[in-house]
T-cell receptor
Framework: GQQVMQIPQYQHVQEGEDFTTYCNSSTTLSNIQWYKQRPGGHPVFLIQLVKSGEVKKQKRLTFQFGEAKKNSSLHITATQTTDVGTYFCAGPRDSNYQLIWGAGTKLIIKP | ETGVTQTPRHLVMGMTNKKSLKCEQHLGHNAMYWYKQSAKKPLELMFVYNFKEQTENNSVPSRFSPECPNSSHLFLHLHTLQPEDSALYLC????????????FGSGTRLTVV
């Protein structure tokens, strides 16, 4: 069935280092969404990408949607403690537009 | 406050109890969802309601029973749960004609003892 794979599962970084999470779909997606869940919190919508090759920026966060609309990435430049959490990608199912979720990448800042 | 309010925030229940989770959205969205989030597992979609009509039941055991009396309220009735049902239960809403993503509530942390 239709799947969205996300890697890595965890990433440990020193504060100030960069962070990247990757999302790959088994099928072409009409759009891809990114969410952030802080520890003890709930997922919060960050952004939606729709166009092939689209790149969007939110301050230190850069989101990309692949040319084939089957993969996406989120890159954080110079991580800060406020970036800690789990980042999820999600894309709509072909049949009914319900979201299929990646497993998430947990960003951990090393002390 | 996200615009989606869930109560209670925490719930401990025995396996023979009956309880209900409540979700209310003030965003005018036309779709509402129940998700289960367990440790080390992806978000699991349980139920979808669109314009109050249930459009998806993702093979959820009958001990979970949803109710959507109107487009702003969603309930999840729980009875004879198992310890493995302990998880964070998240309600979300969206406007399917727009591209603004899902808005999640703060969730109910459920522990079944």
């Amino acid at each position: 069935g239709q799947q969205v794979m996300q890697i890595p599962q965890y990433q440990h970084v020193q504060e100030g280092e960069d962070f990247t999470t990757y999302c790959n779909s088994s099928t072409t997606l009409s759009n891809i969404q990114w969410y952030k869940q802080r520890p003890g919190g709930h997922p919060v919508f960050l952004i939606q990408l729709v166009k092939s090759g689209e790149v969007k920026k939110q301050k230190r966060l850069t989101f990309q949607f692949g040319e084939a609309k089957k993969n996406s990435s989120l890159h954080i430049t110079a991580t800060q403690t406020t970036d800690v959490g789990t980042y999820f990608c999600a894309g709509p199912r072909d049949s009914n537009y319900q979201l299929i979720w990646g497993a998430g990448t947990k960003l951990i800042i090393k002390p | 406050e996200t615009g989606v309010t869930q109560t209670p925030r925490h719930l401990v229940m025995g396996m023979t109890n009956k309880k209900s989770l409540k979700c209310e959205q003030h965003l005018g969205h036309n779709a509402m969802y129940w998700y289960k989030q367990s440790a080390k597992k992806p978000l699991e979609l349980m139920f979808v309601y669109n314009f109050k009509e249930q459009t998806e039941n993702n093979s959820v055991p009958s001990r979970f029973s949803p109710e959507c009396p109107n487009s702003s309220h969603l309930f999840l009735h729980l009875h004879t749960l198992q310890p493995e049902d302990s998880a964070l239960y998240l309600c979300a809403s969206s406007q399917e004609s727009e591209n603004n993503g899902y808005t999640f509530g703060s969730g109910t942390r459920l522990t079944v003892v």
